[in-house]
């Protein structure tokens, strides 16, 4: 059921000076893909408080509510979102902590709204270590939180202390690291939560050093990875013991396009939209590269990227 027109007056109602409402708002703009029908709200609270209200409002109306990040591991279908998408847009506080006297490392208060790339660079700039896997790694902390984001150099389950999200009822909830039940490329966080800050301790480390091996992880993906095209980094999650990319690539399926949709052609996992795709050019291709790599190898291969919406 769309919003109803009270819905949206409430909705309008209960945002602070500083947040931002938009109705019927095209996902397509939110998501690195570039696809995706319209959310009924997107919601972009200025405070942890008001997200808390607007969280606690949709609960007791039945609303659906689920959180946005960067849309960056979001497949959004073309019918759109209905209810509340919650953004963290601007949830942007970071506070770095001084070290004390008998720890070496210093503690990062962190909002769901930094983009993992300003994370990089503050905590570069006060030569902080334990975060260069982020080198190229788009996002939110949010998102990458859900997502246990990583690369070889590491993970978001590495460095990450506390994580506090915000119940369906708006009440916050601190998880500590081995309550996040962080695995590859997920973590046990409720899909009814929303991240809104993290804690992370990040090691003292020579800047050199940083900037080299973000340097080298750059450049690996320069060479590997696609370019210049709306994606959401790698589609599946590679199988244990095996990479997807291999698989999809043994299967002779990179360049494969079905309407605006392809396998890339520089990464098998990558698919890519290479024109006017619509999401379900995407699901018709997802589709058509698992049903493959199950009947050549034997393997299902599990979606990393998430979708939400309605065909
Ligand atoms: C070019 C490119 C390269 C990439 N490379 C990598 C890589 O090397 N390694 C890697 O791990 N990933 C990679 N990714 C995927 C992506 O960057 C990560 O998954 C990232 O952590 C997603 O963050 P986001 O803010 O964009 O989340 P979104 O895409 O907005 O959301 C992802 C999921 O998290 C949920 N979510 C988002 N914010 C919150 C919140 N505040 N509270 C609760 N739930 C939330 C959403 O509902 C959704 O289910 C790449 C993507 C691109 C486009």
Known sequence: MPLSSSHRQDLLALLDSGGEVRFDEPLARHTTLRVGGPVDAWVAPSSITELCRIRRYCDELSIPCRALGSGSNLLVLDGGVRGVLLSSDKLRGLR???????????????????STGKLLSEATKRSLGGV??????????????????????????????????????????????????????????????????ARLRLPHRDKEAIDADVAALRK????????????????????????????????????????????????????????????SDFVSLIDLVRRTVTQQFGITLELEVKVMGEP
């Open 220 to 279: 690996r993906r320069k060479e590997r990875e696609p370019h210049g095209v709306p994606c959401a980094g790698s589609f599946f999650k590679n199988p244990p013991g095996d990479f997807a990319g291999r698989l999809i690539e043994s299967c002779g399926l990179k360049g494969t396009r079905i309407g605006g949709a392809e396998v890339a052609t520089a990464h098998a996992n990558w698919l890519v939209n290479v024109g006017d795709a619509k999401a």
């Open 96 to 114: 770095f902590s001084e070290p004390s006297a008998d720890d070496s490392r210093t503690e990062v208060y962190v909002e769901a709204g930094v």
């Open 132 to 197: 260069e896997f982020l080198g190229g790694v788009p996002g939110s902390i949010g998102g990458g939180m859900i997502m246990n984001a990583g690369t070889y150099l590491g993970e978001f389950k590495d460095v990450t202390v506390e994580v506090t999200s915000v119940s369906s009822h708006g009440e916050l909830i601190a998880r500590t690291h081995s309550e996040c039940g962080f695995v590859y490329r997920g973590s046990a966080i409720p899909p009814s939560e929303i991240v809104v800050f």
